[in-house]
């Protein structure tokens, strides 16, 4: 299996997200800082000792093909997006995803200057995120987001291809969604109904018990199970964000997963309902504004990028279209 590119390390202080779609005939430019980043990354992050600078960067499935002859990952596709009863999880456009991290936020904002710098006039960045990490590990709900994460060698087999797709052991597939929160509603409840809506209490953190959990809390709505009584995982790497002056409270939720059909099947469950609930109490409470999946390569295929698409054969899937006052949503995968 090739060497990862570092999403198994535990949650940084501060992170910033760059969603950039890639222009026409910026593909060759995009070559060149994909090929360039590792070089970048040192160079920024040498300067500030302890910051323990890294990114992470992911390529998605239409720009896949405009960027790469050659193989593709087995499972790479475009974010469906959802359509429930209630709730809609969008699919936004994004060709790249630079998942920059750090111990703080003047390492993450210089690297970040540096990638747009090298992006002007090949890609444009439609959505900038500064994430930071809140106090005991909390989200803007007041909760502490990701405990029941993976560890060791089970996050290894979570997140990361095995042999199954041998071009991209190593490699990982990610899930992006923005989420904001509606805080006026969210305070309205008392503690006790908030642990209802999430399935864990709020101070202590623990888990409540089967039988005072209700079946359409967000952990018990996440927790996943195949046919054969496997428990599947999801790597979360979530990290708040917001704004006081625009009233924006929310969470930047990322998913790594070996198998994007892992994180897709607990949207499905969030979104669109399962037999033992509707859907995730926590939709009520926090909407769903961007949604896209990415192909994370192992860290050494920045090292020896593939040939590139001959422009002339490049299958180019269509992006979703912008420019009419949506958010970008697509097609949207409905119940039945
Ligand atoms: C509004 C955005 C979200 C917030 C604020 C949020 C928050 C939380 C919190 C507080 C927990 C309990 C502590 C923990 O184990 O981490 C949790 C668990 C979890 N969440 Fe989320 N989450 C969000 C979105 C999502 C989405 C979109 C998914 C999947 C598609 C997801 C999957 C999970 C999973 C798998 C668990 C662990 C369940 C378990 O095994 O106990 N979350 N989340």
């Not at 070559?31 to 990354?41: Q, S, V």
């Not at 997006?81 to 003047?106: C, S, V």
């Not at 890609?123 to 987001?145: K, N, S």
């Not at 428990?231 to 998913?255: C, H, K, W």
């Amino acid at each position: 299996m090739g060497e990862p590119q570092p999403i198994l390390d535990p949650l940084s202080k501060a992170a910033l997200f760059l969603v950039a779609t890639i222009d026409e005939g910026g593909e060759s430019a995009v070559r060149d800082l994909l090929a360039e980043l590792p070089g970048l990354r040192r160079s920024v992050g040498f300067r500030v000792p302890g910051a323990d600078l890294s990114c992470v960067t992911s390529i998605g499935s239409t720009a896949w093909d405009r960027l790469f002859a050659g193989p593709k990952p087995s499972e790479l596709h475009e974010f469906p997006g959802y359509e429930g009863p209630r709730h809609q999880a969008p699919a936004t456009p994004g060709d790249l995803l630079f998942h920059i991290k750090a111990e703080t936020p003047d390492a993450c904002f210089e690297l970040a200057m540096v990638i747009g710098d090298r992006l002007r006039g090949a890609a444009t960045v439609v959505d900038e995120t500064v994430g930071f990490r809140y106090f005991e590990q909390r989200d803007l709900l007041g909760f502490v987001d990701g405990t029941e994460n993976p560890e060791g060698s089970q996050a290894v087999s979570t997140a990361l291809i095995d042999g199954s797709d041998p071009d991209f052991a190593g490699g990982s597939y990610v899930i992006v969604q923005k989420y904001l929160h509606d805080l006026g509603a969210w305070n309205a409840l008392s503690v006790t109904e908030q642990e209802l809506v999430i399935g864990r209490t709020k101070l202590g953190d623990f888990e409540l018990s089967d039988a005072d959990k209700p079946a359409n809390s967000h952990v018990a709505v996440n927790t996943l199970y195949d046919p054969d009584g496997t428990q599947r995982q999801i790597l979360r790497a979530n990290m708040p964000f917001g704004s006081v002056r625009d009233g924006e409270f929310g969470t930047y939720y990322v998913a790594y997963a070996a198998a994007p059909d892992v994180t897709e099947r607990m949207l499905e469950r969030m979104f669109l309902g399962s037999d033992e609930a509707a859907y995730d109490r926590i939709l009520d409470f926090s909407t769903a504004v961007t949604g896209t999946l990415f192909f994370t390569p192992p860290a050494g295929f920045f090292d020896a990028l593939p040939d590139p698409a001959r422009t002339d054969t490049a299958v180019v899937e269509q992006a979703p279209a912008l420019g009419d006052g949506s958010l970008g949503i697509g097609t949207l995968r409905r119940k039945d």
